[in-house]
């Protein structure tokens, strides 16, 4: 705040003199029109040439001035002097000198020997008698002085005005910093609150002893906190789920192997391989789906790039690789095409999706029983649906299976608990919904229930291209 006062003040001073200067030279510039007035009321034409009639004592009044010299002298149109004081400067151009109205006196500034002088000049006219160009010639009347009392007056005027600036100024500085200092307090306290805490502490801030000033911007702080809170927690509970799941698989392989190393018989010894082998495909699978869910997770925080796409293509192109698949497990895998479902979307995201969904599909359903992939562009929205015959789904657990390592109990099939999640996650960064629920009723006697699993997307809006008027031509 110093900074732009300092840059002020001299503009200030400035200014102050400027005005000073003006105010003192009004007085006495009219006490000088007054001079001017008065002796021109004492000239008079006699046969064409003009006299200065002025009494003696008007002249010792006129000049009794203690501080500035006062002069005054008649001058004709050619600048002959006629009457008065021949030091006073006379202009270089009497009759070129601004002559206003008649009987209205107008002020000069000039110089003799070196001090300035303040000139106030009365043009009065020759009566009856025109010259050859047709114009009244006459006299020129002038009375100046120095300007040693206008100086004084400014002085003291600016005196007046600046000196208590030189008081007024530290003291406000001392002032502003004095408020501030007490203001920035409580923003002082909060800092050190902040910076005093240890790095684990997430907890909100109180809001006991924060100003009203500050206390948006703490709610915001804490608002902040408890996203971090919330982020942290779900992390540590993911990692502690993730190392529980991996442990399990772990322990597996290592009883296994443990086995393969005590056992003789070929036979034995090749079965034991074979289970560790599929100890090994489990954990790898769990390892691609936390992988799969670290990506989708990355993908919800950061800005992805969706480009317009057709789910109803992609589907088609993941649902064929998943052929081979449900042939081993004799499973009738669908497709049904409904035309194009064209959406804003990230297609290594979605294919991730629906490899998930397949697979949880593929998993639940038994052999001989059916699976049918479809997609339908239903408006403003396109809905992807996976239909399984599995066993089926109730309501309450419909609710959970998005939840990170939930799997139905009583369904003895073996999982990671993580597709589904990995679902939700890529369905919030396509804006879509993710539902699993029953198959409606009205199924083959004899048939599972089964599930749907339904994604609703927004549908691809193109943008929009701007109107062109017609281009006006001068043909009718």
């Not at 705040?1 to 002020?8: G, K, Q, R, S, Y």
């Not at 992390?235 to 799941?245: G, P, T, V, Y």
């Not at 480009?307 to 497990?329: I, M």
């Amino acid at each position: 705040m110093l900074a732009p006062l300092l840059f002020v003040w001299p503009i200030s001073i400035a200014l102050t003199h400027y005005f000073a200067n003006n105010v003192a030279s009004y007085p006495y510039d009219q006490a000088l029109r007054e001079h001017v007035a008065a002796l021109s009321r004492q000239v008079a034409f006699v046969d064409g040439e003009a006299h200065l009639a002025l009494p003696g004592l008007a002249e010792v009044f006129l000049r009794a001035d203690e501080i500035d010299t006062v002069y005054f002298h008649l001058l004709d149109a050619d600048g002959r002097l006629l009457a008065g004081d021949p030091e006073l400067p006379a202009p270089a151009n009497p009759s070129g000198l601004a002559r206003g109205e008649f009987g209205e006196a107008q002020l000069r500034d000039d110089e003799y020997r070196g001090q300035p002088m303040r000139i106030a000049y009365l043009y009065l006219p020759q009566p009856g008698e025109a010259g050859a160009s047709g114009e009244h010639r006459g006299v020129l009347l002038e009375v100046g002085e120095t300007t040693e009392k206008r100086a004084q007056l400014a002085n003291k005027i600016i005196a007046s005005v600046i000196v208590p600036q030189f008081v007024i100024i530290p003291l406000a500085v001392v002032l502003v910093w004095f408020g501030l200092s007490q203001g920035l307090r409580p923003l002082t306290r909060l800092r050190n609150r902040i910076e005093a805490r240890r790095e684990a502490d997430l907890s909100p801030i109180s809001l006991g002893r924060v100003p009203e000033e500050l206390r948006p911007l703490t709610e915001a702080f804490n608002s902040i906190l408890a996203r971090m809170q919330q982020n942290v927690s779900a992390q540590r509970r993911f990692i502690a789920d993730a190392a529980h799941q991996m442990r399990t698989p772990l322990t597996g392989l290592k009883t296994q192997a443990q086995l393969a190393m005590r056992e003789t018989d070929p036979g034995e010894l090749k079965h034991a391989l074979r289970q560790i082998l599929t100890g090994a495909d489990r954990a790898s699978h769990l390892v691609d789906q936390l992988l799969a869910l670290a990506r989708a997770e990355a993908s919800d925080r950061a800005p992805q790039a969706l480009l317009a796409l057709d789910l109803d293509h992609l589907l088609r192109e993941v649902v064929e690789t998943w052929v081979l698949r449900a042939l081993e497990k004799r499973i009738d895998l669908g497709y049904e095409h409904a035309g194009k479902g064209l959406i804003d979307g990230n297609a290594f995201l979605l294919r991730e999706m629906i490899n998930n969904l397949l697979d949880n599909a593929l998993r639940y359903t038994p052999v001989g029983g059916r699976v049918t992939a479809r997609v339908a562009a239903l408006g403003d929205f396109v809905v992807l649906e996976i239909e399984d015959s599995g066993p089926g789904i109730s309501e309450d657990e419909s609710l959970k299976v998005f939840d990170r390592f939930y799997r139905g109990e009583g369904t003895g099939v073996e999982g990671s608990g993580l597709g589904l999640a990995i679902v939700r996650e890529i369905a919030e960064v396509h804006k879509a919904a993710a539902s699993l629920r029953p198959k409606a009723r009205g199924a083959a006697e004899g048939e599972a229930d089964g599930c749907v699993a339904r994604i609703v997307f927004p549908a691809h809006r193109p943008p929009r291209q701007p109107v062109q008027e017609p281009v006006q031509t001068g043909f009718a």
